[in-house]
Each structure stands twice: as structure tokens, then as C-alpha cells.
């Protein structure tokens, strides 16, 4: 959520970085009744707390009348009485409608985050060399020929957009799960398991409700009457964690991580680049996450872009890490950098990662604060996260680069150990 204080001040600055995501004459109305909302707003509390000091100025009169052996003013008619009681059930609903058209509104983008969509996202490193391959077999078919996943059965369990991995293909994708989790212990982040069902004010807080709330699956009213949901990614679960807490400065950065599978009501692949394990409505998926001061922000998503760029270099594939332009990042987020795997079969880079930094703009909505030592007052923390990694697209992008002329494909070398084998043949 954005600072309020912020639009009074400076609109024009909150409208120009906007505008990078939606249509200026959109940000204007939004705009326009988020002000005409706050000054109602104002003018309702100066109006309330006039009414409740004039009722304790005459409270005062009359236990002084009464002191002092006088006779006492009568007390305000009881029209007047309900007034008050009016003027603080208005204030409630202009709060609310207030609070409404806040949450509608996306984070301001950063300053070197371009406006556009897809089209003006920017590669800004290349790692390695896309492998030569005389003739491309894609994952699908590969991890049938090799016996590592079964989409059939899959579909008969779940329906459409789920799988099975099976024999070697479970251990390569809980040998993928397992190294990333020493890895990010490694990197010094805690280890979480968070709870798969989460109630609706983690969904708000993270900033994916209202706008995405019918992306997840819900729990029906009767069996969850104050608001659940599946998880649609553990970056919900662990800001969710610490949502109305003030954090220790001393110590900040906090960083988390969490392995959960993520569940999410999106079309399934039907296309080439989205076919097998590429896009489902469950996968997993190990999230990093940190709490930082405003002035380690910087730093940190840095840090974590570095982090996860090695991960996948460990892996020996071919990737590339784009800055996203503000139509194509979240709307919760300042910037996102993804990295993005190589897929032969198709031609094209696959986003494995989002590494993104939402400055205040959930911790204003979770009210996650830190107070400076000695002090008073609390601010708002930043908020950064990035998937390390989502193991259902580093799978076929393994199976693709590393696929050999005989039909085997090549196991990366950190996972050998873990897998018991250095390569996957065919069973069929």
C-alpha cells in the first residue's frame, strides 16, 4: 500500500510513477477519490474530536456546577447526542472506502524500472552458451522416454494441469529441493515450513487481494469462516508470519526461506513452451525472503539476484537475468529482475526465478515495523523476495540442455550424489 502521506505531498511524482503501469487518465480518477476520500476523511475526525471536546468541556461545567452548589446546564438533547455516534459511523465507512481504493493501487514503480509490458524488459547479463544440439527432443518427451514423469496419471488424480513424477524422476526433483535447501542454508537464511492454508489477511498483506483473489483456491465460507486459501507461493506465508510485529533493529536484515508446493488457479500449458511441468496448478518451489532497513534494500536484492544467478549457474545451464518493465512485474513490486533457463525444444528463455523488492508497500499493508534504538518511533521495513528456485522448470530445462545424441540425458554434477547416478537413460 502506498504512503498516503506521499499523494498529499507530492502527486504529481505518486501520478508520473504510476503511469508507468496504468493508463494516466486511470490514475487520475484513482487519484482524484483517493484525495476527495482523505479530505472527507479529515474533515470528518476534525468535526468528531470538535463534538468529543465539547462534550468533556460541558462533562467539566457541570461536575463544577454540581461542586460549587449551582444549578448545572442541562446536557446536550439527545439529537445532539446521536450525532456523534452518526459522525463516527460515517468516518468508518469513508475509512473503509478510503482503505479500498488504497489497496487497489500498485506500487510505484523504481526509477530505472521502464514503462511498457513484455516488450521493454531488458537482459542485462548472459550466463554460458546455449548447448548445441543436431536434433532437440523436448521435456515432454524426454521425461516419458526416460520414465521420469507421468502426465496421464497425473491428469487422472488431479485433472488437468498436474503430474506425477515417478522412479528417477521424484528423486531428481527431491534432489533438486534437497540441494537448494542447503544452498540457501549455506547462504544464511533460515529454514521455515509454513502452513499450505493461510487466512485471507496474509493473501491482503502480501498485496495479491483484492486485485488476484481469484488466482487461488479457497476454502469454502462454511468450513473456513474467517478466510482461507492454498498458498499460491511461500513469499505469502513467510511475510504473513510477521504481520503487526515492530522487529529488532539489530537484527535486520531477516532473512527466510521457505520449500512448499505452490497452488494456483491459472490455465494450464497448452502451448509448446508451456507444456509438462512448465505451467500446473501445483509445483514446487523453495522461496528466499528478507527484511531489511530502508537503506540496506539496495544491497540486498543485489545479493539475492547474485545468489540465485549462481544456483542455476551451479547447475551448468545456459540463462539469461532480465530487468522487467513495469507493466510485466507485480503489482506489489518496485523492481524485478528474473532469471530466466534456456529451452532448446522451443527457442525461447523460461522464468525460473523473480527476484523483486516492494520497498514499504507490504509491510505498510502487514504493518511490519522496526524502531531505531532509543527511539520512539517505528517505520515501515522493506520487503524483498525470489524464488531459489522453482524446481518444475529447472526440471525440463535440465532434461533439454543436458539431453545427449542417444537419448540419455547428462545429471548435473551437485546433484549426482544426491541422485546416485551421473546420467539418465531411456526405459523404453
Not at 521424484?170 to 544464511?188: F, H, K, M, P
Not at 520497498?359 to 527511539?375: H, L, M, S, V
Request: glycine fraction near 8%.
Amino acid at each position: 500500500m502506498l504512503d498516503m502521506e506521499l499523494i498529499r505531498k507530492d502527486r504529481e511524482a505518486v501520478a508520473t510513477a504510476l503511469a508507468k503501469r496504468l493508463d494516466p487518465a486511470e490514475v487520475t480518477r484513482a487519484l482524484d477519490d483517493i484525495q476527495r476520500l482523505d479530505q472527507e476523511r479529515r474533515a470528518l475526525i476534525t468535526e468528531i474530536d470538535a463534538e468529543r471536546q465539547r462534550r468533556k468541556a460541558e462533562a467539566r461545567a457541570y461536575a463544577e456546577a454540581k461542586r460549587s452548589g449551582t444549578t448545572p446546564q442541562p446536557s446536550a438533547p439527545e439529537a445532539e447526542r446521536k450525532q456523534l455516534a452518526e459522525l463516527e459511523s460515517q468516518l468508518d465507512e469513508v475509512q473503509s472506502r478510503l482503505r479500498s481504493a488504497m489497496s487497489e493501487l500498485p506500487n510505484l514503480p523504481a526509477d530505472d524500472v521502464v514503462a511498457g509490458g513484455k516488450e521493454a524488459n531488458r537482459v542485462v547479463r548472459t550466463f554460458g552458451a546455449a548447448p548445441a544440439i543436431e536434433k532437440v527432443r523436448d521435456h515432454v518427451e524426454l521425461s516419458r522416454a526416460l520414465g521420469l514423469v507421468d502426465h496421464e496419471r497425473g491428469v487422472k488424480l488431479g485433472g488437468s494441469g498436474f503430474w506425477m513424477y515417478t522412479g528417477l524422476g521424484a528423486r531428481l526433483e527431491w534432489a533438486l529441493v534437497n540441494w537448494l535447501i542447503e544452498r540457501n542454508i549455506e547462504a544464511g537464511y533460515e529454514f521455515l515450513l509454513p502452513p499450505h492454508l493461510l487466512l485471507d489477511t496474509a493473501g491482503f498483506a502480501a498485496g495479491q487481494f483484492p486485485k488476484f483473489y481469484d488466482d487461488v483456491y479457497h476454502l469454502d465460507k462454511q468450513s473456513a469462516p474467517r478466510g482461507q486459501f492454498l498458498l499460491p507461493t511461500s513469499e505469502t506465508a513467510i511475510l504473513g508470519a510477521y504481520q503487526d510485529e515492530i522487529l529488532e533493529t539489530s537484527k535486520l536484515p531477516l532473512k527466510a526461506f521457505a520449500y512448499t508446493p505452490c497452488y494456483r488457479r491459472e490455465a494450464a500449458g497448452s502451448h509448446s513452451d508451456e507444456r509438462g511441468t512448465v505451467r500446473g496448478h501445483q509445483f514446487n518451489k523453495v522461496e528466499i525472503f528478507q527484511f531489511t532497513l530502508p537503506e540496506q534494500a539496495d544491497a540486498a536484492l543485489t545479493a539475492m539476484v547474485g545468489h540465485v544467478e549462481g544456483l542455476v549457474d551451479q547447475l551448468g545451464l545456459h540463462f539469461q537475468t532480465s530487468l522487467l518493465a513495469a507493466g510485466d512485474a507485480s503489482a506489489s513490486m518496485k523492481k524485478t529482475l528474473d532469471i530466466e533457463v534456456w529451452m532448446p525444444s522451443t527457442g525461447k528463455y523460461k522464468e525460473v526465478s523473480s527476484v523483486s523488492w516492494a520497498g514499504d508497500y507490504q509491510a505498510r499493508r502487514a504493518a511490519i515495523r522496526y524502531r531505531e534504538p532509543g527511539g520512539k518511533q517505528t517505520r515501515f521495513v522493506h520487503t524483498l523476495n525470489g524464488s531459489a528456485l522453482a524446481t518444475s522448470r529447472l526440471f525440463p530445462a535440465i532434461l533439454e540442455q543436458c539431453q545427449q545424441p542417444d537419448g540419455s540425458v547428462v545429471v548435473p554434477e551437485v546433484l549426482r550424489d544426491k541422485l546416485g547416478t551421473d546420467r539418465l537413460t531411456p526405459t523404453r
